[in-house]
């Protein structure tokens, strides 16, 4: 859309450095001109109505009130981009007028995993939670309702109005959270990094029961605009056509009477006999195993990793980090061993381990390590060895990708071990 200035990315702090390399990715397939980005980063969680209101208040104090925010979730996907641009040109109408508006998509089937909203053109008559199947089949017949897509649109000061008036606490929680943050800012880059225990200490809720469903200033727009909330394994495997039996694959099966399934494994083989109605998906992080019509019961998973504290609740085995990427490709007592891609100019801070070593093998570029006092060139098929102690860096002086495997052998191989003497991307301690 030719008309914008900026974009505003709210999103966990784990997330960040893969988030750029992904903006960085499309810009360069689409060959268009980079965008300011500004970037909130969240420590952890709490939900949307917390997070609209750290970026209305960040657009607010770079642009004022007036402007216009269009809010998208990552997890969407609108394959009709001539459709949506209309629709979206509608919904700024409606919010030059002062409306909060939010996108009602037509209901294409009784989905049971979407809050609807009932609607007289533009007017909102309610919100309603996720129905049962006759309830979604009434909605359907009728006519009056939309899936809820939680897109929305509005005008910056309009959305803090609405805020100060319905749920003060929040906005006025994350006002200082926000006073309590870090910012960083360069040529067309912002980045708040929101401070942990204010941030804690803020409401944890969602925008429509935050505010949509209490406020008396909100409109919709009816639109067609082949949106897919790819949030479920259900609605990622509808976008893979289906075989004969039914099923949905990405990746290499085996599959012996198996029918109405989504499979997807990138890296093994799947083999399945005699199941019917399953979500089967294999990761380098883990394997699940679901049944299709409870794709949406998969956060309680997640909620169970995250109370026992496992590490895949918040981290893949790829991590990605402002320099590239490192890869856990097998862990034991005393030995761990990595994957590290370091992009060209790319640059690890340089630090020291306490408790282990670390063995590099250079499999394609070339490393320029420090290693103590040393400084040297390490070649493809070449190798090096950092003592615990010593103090170390690589840099990747080339053109190509520096990919190197790394073996720790030590007590404690923690990610935590780490002390950083200089960096170039500021995560020193000072």
């Known amino acids: ?6 974009m505003l990315t709210v999103t966990n702090r784990e997330l960040f450095f893969k988030t750029e390399d992904e903006y960085r990715e499309i810009a360069g397939i689409s060959g268009k ?15 949307t109505a917390p997070a609209i209101a750290a970026a209305t208040l960040q657009v607010i104090a770079a642009h004022g009130e007036d402007a216009c925010l269009l809010v998208l979730a990552a997890d969407h996907l609108i394959s009709d981009q001539v459709a949506f641009a209309e629709a979206v040109k509608a919904a700024m109408h409606l919010a030059e007028e002062g409306k909060i508006v ?6 294409e089937m009784p989905e049971t995993g979407y809050g ?6 533009n007017d909102v008559l309610r919100f309603v939670e996720k129905p049962d199947l006759q309830t979604a089949r009434n909605y359907l017949a009728s006519g009056r309702f939309f899936w809820n897509s939680g897109m929305f649109c509005f005008k910056a000061g309009v959305m803090l109005r609405e805020m100060q008036k319905y749920q003060p606490q929040i906005l006025d929680g994350v006002r200082a959270c926000i006073g309590q943050s870090r910012t960083a800012q360069g040529k067309g880059f912002s980045q708040t990094e929101l401070d942990a225990e204010s941030f804690r200490k803020v409401p944890d809720d969602s925008i429509d029961f935050a505010l949509m469903e209490k406020s008396r200033n909100v409109a919709v727009v009816p639109c067609e605009i082949g949106w897919s909330d790819i ?8 976008l893979t056509a289906a075989d004969e039996q039914g099923n949905r694959i990405e990746g290499e099966t085996v599959l012996h009477d198996v029918g109405n399934c989504y499979i997807q494994s990138n890296q093994r083989i799947v083999a399945a006999v005699g199941v019917r109605d399953l979500i ?8 699940l195993v679901a049944d299709s019509s409870r794709a949406q019961d998969v956060k309680h998973i997640y909620s169970a990793l995250k109370l026992k504290g496992h590490e895949s609740h918040r981290l893949h085995s790829t991590v990605h980090r402002p320099w590239g990427t490192y890869t856990v490709l097998e862990e034991g007592e005393n030995f761990k061993i990595k994957r590290i891609e370091v992009k060209p100019g790319g640059s690890l801070s340089l630090q020291m381990h306490h408790h282990r070593s670390e063995h590099w093998i250079v499999v394609n570029g070339i490393a320029k390590v420090v290693n103590g006092q040393q400084e040297l060139l390490v070649n493809t098929n070449e190798s090096t060895y950092i003592p ?3 103090k170390h860096r690589v840099i990747n002086p080339g053109v190509v990708d520096l990919v190197m495997i790394e073996v720790q052998s030590g007590d404690y191989l923690g990610e935590d071990d780490i002390v950083r003497f200089d960096d170039v ?6």
Not at 1 to 6: F, G, L, W
């Open 1 to 6: 859309m030719p008309d914008v200035t900026e």
């Open 33 to 47: 001109q980079k965008l300011t980005n500004r970037f909130i980063l969240e420590p952890f969680g709490r939900n």
């Open 102 to 107: 939010t996108f009602g998509i037509k209901p």
């Open 116 to 121: 609807y909203i009932e609607a007289d053109g």
């Open 231 to 238: 949030g479920s394994w259900v609605a990622l495997g509808e």
């Open 280 to 287: 089967i998906i294999d990761t380098p992080d883990a394997v």
């Open 388 to 390: 615990a102690g010593h």
């Open 425 to 430: 991307y500021g995560r020193v301690q000072q």
